[in-house]
């Protein structure tokens, strides 16, 4: 059985053993007998951490389940994002920064590889 804290309001800290199906429920505080909710603990490691490093941690526990892999793409997309002199309210922030999938074949004809391949370009 794991230990779970507790606090009681006139006697503080406590931890009791309690099975995880009773982990949530009050826990009678051994000096008064008054039930106590659980409380969780931090580490004080994360409490004392720097503002840098606790956003750092916040963006990889983000990007845990959709990363983002860094291409030259993405970094460019990024690097404008960050250059963007209009302002949030100017409605271009809502479209993508993206450079164009225009390429030329050698004829010289355009082509958007990604786009709709069966249009005709002019």
């Given at each position: 059985?794991?230990?779970?804290d507790y606090k009681?309001?006139?006697?503080?800290?406590?931890?009791?053993?309690?099975?995880?199906?009773?982990?949530?429920?009050?826990?009678?505080?051994?000096?008064?007998?008054?039930?106590?909710?659980?409380?969780?603990?931090?580490?004080?490691?994360?409490?004392?951490?720097?503002?840098?490093?606790?956003?750092?941690?916040?963006?990889?526990?983000?990007?845990?389940?959709?990363?983002?892999?860094?291409?030259?793409?993405?970094?460019?997309?990024?690097?404008?994002?960050?250059?963007?002199?209009?302002?949030?309210?100017?409605?271009?922030?809502?479209?993508?920064?993206?450079?164009?999938?225009?390429?030329?074949?050698?004829?010289?004809?355009?082509?958007?590889?990604?786009?709709?391949?069966?249009?005709?370009?002019?």
């Amino acid at each position: 059985m794991p230990v779970y804290d507790y606090k009681c309001a006139d006697h503080g800290l406590f931890y009791e053993l309690a099975s995880m199906e009773d982990s949530n429920k009050p826990m009678a505080c051994p000096n008064c007998g008054k039930p106590c909710a659980r409380v969780i603990m931090l580490a004080p490691e994360f409490l004392a951490m720097k503002q840098e490093l606790r956003a750092a941690h916040t963006r990889n526990e983000t990007a845990q389940h959709a990363p983002v892999l860094s291409t030259p793409d993405y970094r460019a997309e990024q690097q404008a994002r960050r250059e963007h002199k209009h302002g949030k309210g100017c409605g271009c922030g809502d479209k993508p920064i993206r450079k164009s999938n225009l390429i030329y074949t050698a004829e010289g004809n355009k082509m958007f590889p990604s786009m709709r391949p069966w249009m005709i370009s002019h």
